[in-house]
């Protein structure tokens, strides 16, 4: 006897995914329930097909589950009671849970468990926080299990009965988890939202090119891909050239080090936070000869002191420094650092690690820069990359081959190995982007969240310099513990940064736009937030 596949839950995209659900609609709610009229053909199209989302789960190429989600109004309950929203809680993004169906050779928790778990990311994901049903009669227990509130008359006639019920997001949030954890066949663990600043939330195309078969970095499609993605990276930024690395962000900034090693002129790194500290860090391994300039977290450095330190003598060959510190936000003005360095003939590195791809950004005058793919361009981590204007020659006798930024323009950017998976989905990552109104969109966001979080009372880091739009920078009360707040959005879903030493120990949490985002997920955020600030007793309520 054959053992049953292994169950798939995901949404239904293809065509005979929704054949099946036409026909298992019929056997449910014509057959089993009556409640439409047999039909020689045995399939239901469902009235609101084309605005159902089909949440699925498939054993094979057999349909063993399904529910329909759909947020446009009317919903058939405003069909069947009059002034519906009296019934709700007000203020809430509503959604319907219609069609829950189970092949009857299926039922079980298993299938109802992922189903429940997928409606759960889906609901997140859209920022729906009640949803509204009309359960048949015959589950009526089972829903006020899962914390479902009936309310109104039932609907319907003789065995095709129905009772309209909602249920909040924070109730689901708590029963449908113990619903779920109750079965040992399979564990609660859907997506969380991703605010972190990497890795970051990628779109559907990126993921696919991803799952693309791996190739030779040698093939002509590669080398297309890889040419391709070189020229929209720098048109991006306005550079001449940009070598690729297998790595993170953290190589490209050692292959900045090992170029400015080859100058042989002492120079100044500017420190404000963490991964100013970083390239200080990078500096004295590579055994530079430079001073710092440093200003206290949150705050941004003092261009009169960047000046007296380009004053001095013998006049310094270089400048390093991050646009963005991200440990705390705050943007460095670039504009008045390159009007610096071309006043006094130094040569501007920069970390643009997490600006390139979050805002506009115009490197035209800066010597060399670094740039990663798993951050504001939206793609795996993995590839790092460092944008230069000048010609570079190989230096095999002081630089290691795997640092050596001269070598890899010498052989088109592929001197070694290069992982064509990570490759096309940058690729894919970065070509068709409206960058422009990605940038608006990114700015707008940052501006409600912001707003939204000081009328919640909190304190945002940074907030009297220029700060990155898409890096939110929230210090926790002293009565309050970051790390509680994290934890408890995680279990709502949402994923913040907070797990980095220097977050935890000035007890900051970080929200970031850096990935796939839309304001219906920062509203549910926020109105998670508000929730955690109620429970744990974060922050009073502002006056």
Known sequence: MSSRQPLVFKFATEDW?????????????VEEIPQHERSPTQRLVDKFHAENTYLICLSGRTLAGMLAVRGNRPFS???????????????RKICEIRLLAIEKKFRGAQVLQGILALLWQHGIERGYDLAIISGTTRQFKLYQHLGFVPFGPVVGTGEAQFQPMYITLETFETTAREFL?????????????????????????VRRAFEQAPESHRADVFMKDFAAAQKTLTELV????????????TLANDVIAGQISLLGER???LNNGEFGSRL????RRFRLEFETVEAAWGKPIPLTEVRKALERSPKPGWLWCTHCETSTSVLNDLDQLKALCAEFETRLCLDCISTIGTMPLDLTGVYLASGSSGKGLRSYPGISMVFHHHDVA?????????????????????????SSNLLHALHAATKHVDWEKRFRDIVDLSAFLRQRLIELGFQLVGSDAVTSPAVVTIAVPPDGSSTQMAKSLQEAGYLISYNSEYLQKRNWVQICLMGECTREKVVSLLNAIQRVVRRHGLQPAPA
């Open 394 to 418: 190989p230096e095999p006798e002081r630089l290691p081959r795997y640092l050596d930024l001269g070598y890899y323009a010498r052989q088109q950017g592929v001197p070694f190995t290069f």
């Open 267 to 269: 120079g100044v790194v």
């Open 238 to 249: 306005r550079a001449r050239h940009v070598q690729l690395f297998l790595g993170s962000g």
């Open 181 to 205: 954890r109750s079965s040992p066949s399979r564990s609660f663990q859907p997506s969380a939202v991703n605010f972190l600043p990497g890795p970051v939330a990628v779109r559907r195309e």
């Open 77 to 91: 309950l405003d069909q069947k009671l009059e002034n519906l929203d009296s019934y709700l809680p007000p203020g």
């Open 17 to 29: 995914e929704f054949e099946q659900i036409h026909r298992l609609n019929y056997k449910t709610f």
């Open 280 to 283: 200080v860090d990078h500096a």
